[in-house]
């Protein structure tokens, strides 16, 4: 099946700490994105690659990083420096032609 | 600087009722506009998406149209049902690529 994996679906960070949360896409496209969401919000754009070895900054980038590698991988790291990393996060991606934007189901990401 | 915005907030009806949710932009050069239903706790999921070039879409119960000049979309559902009770987000795709949300109409259908 094509689809958008991310792993884990729930992750725990202890403060002063950089994670990383797997973003997989099968469906040969070329653009992703990295959103945020917090309750009862829309999503927040923190970054996107639209090419491999490319990515732009969003319009919340700060605390964040990203690496475009492979076509299929595009994994986002919290690092210490973000002030508030709990939240919903969201990767998606795009095909060429009609772009349809499609998510994955989401990682959860609490501070302790 | 694009901002969408959805209203109502919240709406609640009784099944078997079609309702009507909006979502209105404030730049109308979008490359697309493209509809998400959201579950609590799940990722989303895509309804329709209309081109900038179209004035609506159709799938099954479900009907989008775009009003560029307008600024508006207005997503249809006819004869609600209890699982469609979920959040509804639209997003606006302008010609650099990136989308802006709305902060979503959730919606909940009563038996």
């Known amino acids: 099946d094509g689809g958008i994996t991310q792993s884990p679906k729930y992750l725990f960070r202890k403060e002063g700490q950089n994670v990383t949360l797997s973003c997989e896409q099968n469906l040969n496209h070329d653009a992703m994105y990295w959103y945020r969401q917090d309750p009862g919000q829309g999503l927040r754009l923190i970054y996107y690659s639209q090419i491999v070895n490319d990515f732009q900054k969003g319009d919340i980038a700060e605390g964040y990083s990203v690496s475009r590698e492979k076509k299929e991988s595009f994994p986002l790291t919290v690092t210490s420096a973000q002030k508030n990393p709990t939240a919903f996060y969201l990767c998606?991606?795009?095909?060429?032609?009609?772009?349809?934007?499609?998510f994955g189901p989401g990682t959860r990401l609490t501070v302790l | 600087k694009q901002e969408v915005t959805q209203i109502p907030a919240a709406l609640s009806v009784p099944e078997g009722e079609n309702l009507v949710l909006n979502c209105s932009f404030t730049d109308s050069a979008i490359y697309n506009l493209q509809w998400f239903r959201q579950d609590p706790g799940k990722g989303l999921t895509s309804l329709l998406l209309i081109q900038s070039s179209q004035r609506e879409q159709t799938s099954g119960r479900l009907n989008a149209s775009l009003d560029k000049s307008s600024g508006r979309s207005t997503l249809y559902i006819a004869a609600s049902q209890p699982g469609d009770s979920a959040t509804y987000l639209c997003?606006?795709?302008?010609?650099?690529?990136?989308?802006?949300f709305g902060d979503g109409t959730t919606l909940t259908v009563k038996p």
């Open positions: 997003a606006v795709k302008t010609n650099a690529g990136k989308s802006t």
């Open positions: 998606a991606s795009i095909g060429q032609g009609v772009n349809e934007q499609f």
